[in-house]
């Protein structure tokens, strides 16, 4: 009899791949995947614990299925991930409904724990070792990577597909809980790897993103030989029939030369890199405990852009930190203004329990105070993505076709001409109208507009033989 199974996945893309390879798993013991809570036996919730919004927003959709659960008692609700490793047995008490709470060490066992509540066994709960609780070698094998064979059809699309090269963090940064949910660092032997990526291409796809806490940390020792991420692009990048290699995220500290000169050489990394700086404050990033200086950062994106200098570099950064002041936060918009990023994402700080900063810390920018920063920082990176897209007006853009663009999808048009999206190897995102069949396909977009976030172009005619092909679009 097939069970009908409904996830929902909050935060990155570590947690997306985790969501796959889950549903992957027990599509292979029976489950089919269904569109809503409504309609699913079993309803799993795969979380993040990085803000304290991510977790509320998992506690309202347990309380809203409080009444769902009395009515229905042999539905089985779960939740998996970080928030699950953090909270434990507090997710039963605030939610004694739940039956199953797993954290992401023990996401392998999800069918046989599934089966066992099914049987009757009661709530069950499966985490790892917290880091205090054991040696490293205890603490690194109650956090098991989990990276089965999977399924081509439970991709986002069949031509693009995460690959994790190594799972948890020793960078301990005083604000985030990662260290602790995710276990300690471990790095996947590259033979491995490159079995995955090559059995992902047989499958057809086109393009991987090797996905680390922080990836350009990845290092395998075996014997006397260190493969670090520029070998182990080296290694991959001759697979055929792959086409497009991208990473994230990245931690400053490691961005080393051998690296960049990597994306620099081999023509199927894309010159694109995801570099978090967090604060462009020294004072700021020492109670973050980074580990770098301002000086050294800006020293990095100028060895970037010397190394590669059509390459797009994002950030991350978090204003309202506990003690910055106002001379802290213009110091980070200085970053900003001089580091022409080509996106950068901002949060308000989140108090997180379980963080050193939560410990040591007084929690004490002024919420309001918060919510002015943030916005004038996401106004100026906004103007600064804007006014640095205007310069593709004109220009062709090479674009992989991932599918129908968010307003293709919302007029769900049955029709062969849809508003399309893809992205360009420094991963711009590039909107344009175009028959649905050059999905998966690699085409020439001339851009005609732009906004902060979005290249707007159309698809380019080209001469094939004695005929040309050509594509009854125009400017939406």
């Avoid at 779960?78 to 434990?88: A, I, N």
């Avoid at 680390?212 to 260190?226: D, P």
């Avoid at 979005?454 to 380019?460: K, N, R, S």
Wanted: one cysteine or more; proline letters at 5%.
């Amino acid at each position: 009899m097939t069970k009908r199974l409904y996830i929902e996945t909050v935060g990155c893309q570590m947690n997306m791949l985790d969501s796959e390879l889950v549903v992957g798993s027990l599509r292979r013991v029976g489950y089919e995947l269904v569109g809503t809570p409504r309609e699913a036996d079993t309803i799993l919730f795969n979380t993040c614990s990085v803000r304290q919004h991510a977790e509320d927003k998992i506690y309202s959709a347990l309380g809203r299925l409080k009444h769902v659960k009395d009515r229905h008692p042999h539905k089985i609700i779960g939740v998996l991930g970080c928030m699950s490793q953090k909270d434990q047995a507090l997710i039963f008490k605030r939610a004694p409904h739940v039956d199953l709470v797993v954290g992401p060490g023990q996401l392998h066992r999800i069918a046989t724990l599934l089966e066992e509540v099914v049987a009757g066994s009661g709530a069950r709960m499966e985490v790892s070792l917290d880091r205090a609780d054991g040696s490293r070698q205890e603490i690194e094998q109650s956090f098991e990577i989990y990276d089965p064979l999977r399924d081509a059809p439970m991709r986002p699309t069949p031509f693009q597909a995460f690959v994790r090269i190594m799972i948890g963090c020793d960078k301990f940064c005083t604000y985030c809980i990662v260290p602790k949910v995710r276990g300690p660092e471990q790095s996947r032997p590259p033979e491995h790897i490159e079995l995955e990526v090559r059995r992902l291409v047989d499958e057809g796809c086109r393009e991987v993103t090797l996905l680390g806490q922080t990836v350009n940390s990845y290092h395998w020792c075996a014997g006397s030989r260190t493969t670090r991420l520029a070998d182990l692009l080296c290694r991959i990048h001759d697979t055929a029939g792959l086409d497009r290699i991208k990473f994230v995220t990245n931690f400053p500290k490691d961005m080393t030369q051998p690296l960049l000169e990597a994306v620099r050489d081999l023509h199927k990394c894309a010159h694109y890199l995801h570099v978090p700086a967090q604060s462009g404050s020294n004072q700021v990033l020492r109670r973050m405990k980074r580990g770098y200086t301002v000086e050294e950062y800006r020293e990095m994106l100028a060895r970037i852009r010397a190394t590669i200098p059509d390459c797009a570099v994002t950030s991350d950064f978090i204003v309202g930190f506990c003690g910055e002041t106002e001379d802290d936060f213009q110091q980070t918009v200085e970053l900003v203004r001089d580091g022409r990023f080509k996106n950068s994402f901002i949060f308000k700080y989140s108090a997180r329990p379980g963080t050193k900063a939560f410990d040591r810390y007084t929690d004490d920018v002024h919420e309001e105070v918060k919510r002015r920063r943030n916005r004038e920082l996401l106004a100026l990176q906004s103007s600064i993505s804007e006014e640095d897209n205007r310069a593709w007006i004109g220009r062709v853009a090479t674009v992989l076709v991932e599918g129908p663009s968010k307003t293709g999808r919302r007029d769900n048009d049955d029709g062969p001409i849809t508003q399309l999206t893809g992205r360009t190897s420094c991963d711009r995102i590039v909107v344009f109208p175009g028959n649905r069949r050059l999905v998966g396909q690699w085409v020439d977009v001339r851009v005609y507009d732009t906004s902060a976030v979005t290249l707007f172009g159309t698809v380019v005619t080209h001469q094939a033989g004695p005929e040309v092909y050509t594509l009854n679009v125009v400017p939406a």
